[in-house]
């Protein structure tokens, strides 16, 4: 087993990196629907989502206001510049066990990143944040043994995306506004195509709720992710005691994948707010579970920080 700040570190950058990747495709849809719903009330919808994503704000909440602390916010654990950067920052630390490649990426996305941030329009930003997200897991992907190294990382993005999409799926509901249709969810997960090929149907409520919901084969489903989780807890060895903890953390994804998976999505889509909340839930136990087994004792997991 390595040092267990090496797999901290390992485990903030698998779950930094996806984080700044999906809040990236999150603020495109929100700046989406504020421009083609005529009717949209800006300043509740855009407070709405602040809510979703765990940031505190004092009304009235404006579109510049939004962007500034989920993209530009150099500080916050919730914006796309303070993840890079603390996933730089991770990979610093555990720059003994990860490749160059990798190292490497992510300096060089930290280090444009002030550029970007001047982009003309925050569209260009968010499209270079998704690309740079692709090539750091591209290179973790080529170029990391799989081992320890590799699962806690893994075991971070797949947490960390089945919260991310369970966020994305509440915008549906948010305040003031109708929410972004289901064709631009599934284009904002990089899902249509895929919904296409596997469905063969237009894309209904149901069906693409159904898709992002349990698909056991597509890579953002929150199913799969949570499957994901699972797995590479059992992977991970440990000792006795270490497999009880790691045990409560598979029942409590493996409790939150079986209610998404036996419950009409029907259902689900009658309170999809709340039962978004309780995969969140779910990710929040299980990475509590995880610090306590793996992780130095001083160690927080709330959603919005990291140990640097």
């Known amino acids: 087993m390595m040092l267990s700040r090496i797999a901290e570190s390992l485990f903030w950058i698998g779950r930094y990196v996806e984080r700044a990747d999906n809040t990236a495709r999150l603020l495109d849809v929100h700046l989406n ?24 704000w004092e009304a009235p909440v404006t579109r510049d206001d939004v962007i500034r602390a989920l993209a530009y916010e150099p500080d916050s654990p919730s914006s796309i510049a303070g993840t890079l950067a603390a996933a730089r920052e991770n990979a610093r630390r555990a720059r003994e066990v990860i490749s160059t490649e990798v190292w490497e990426s992510l300096n060089t996305t930290h280090m444009q990143l ?4 001047r982009a003309p329009r925050p569209h260009d930003y968010f ?3 998704r690309e ?8 973790m992907s080529a170029t ?34 109708t929410g972004p249709n289901w064709t631009t969810l599934l284009r904002s997960c990089s899902a ?12 209904t409520e149901e069906r693409a709720a159904e898709f992002l919901l349990v698909d056991r084969l597509f890579p953002r489903s929150i199913a799969y992710n949570l499957e ?6 059992q992977q ?13 953390a598979r029942l409590a994804l493996g409790r939150a994948r079986t209610n998404l998976e036996y419950r009409d999505v029907r259902e689900i889509l009658t309170d999809l707010t709340g039962q978004m909340h309780e995969v969140q839930r779910a990710c929040a136990t299980a990475s509590n579970l995880i610090r306590d087994r793996y992780f130095l004792p001083a160690s927080t997991t709330l959603w919005s920080q990291e140990a640097l």
């Open 192 to 203: 249509h195509e895929a919904y296409l090929r596997t469905v063969r149907a237009l894309v």
């Open 114 to 117: 002030s550029r970007w941030q």
């Open 127 to 129: 499209v270079w944040v």
């Open 144 to 177: 990391t043994t799989r081992d320890d190294a590799w699962y806690f990382m893994e075991l971070g993005r797949s947490l960390e995306r089945a919260d991310m999409i369970a966020r994305l799926l509440m915008t549906r509901n948010l305040e003031g506004t």
């Open 236 to 248: 991970i060895e440990g000792s006795e005691q270490g497999r009880a903890l790691s045990n409560r």
């Open 132 to 139: 740079r997200a692709a090539v750091v897991w591209g290179l």
């Open 228 to 233: 994901r989780a699972e797995t590479i807890l």
């Open 33 to 56: 629907v504020l421009l083609e719903d005529q009717w949209v009330d800006e300043p509740s919808a855009n407070a709405s989502l602040l809510s979703v994503m765990s940031v505190q």
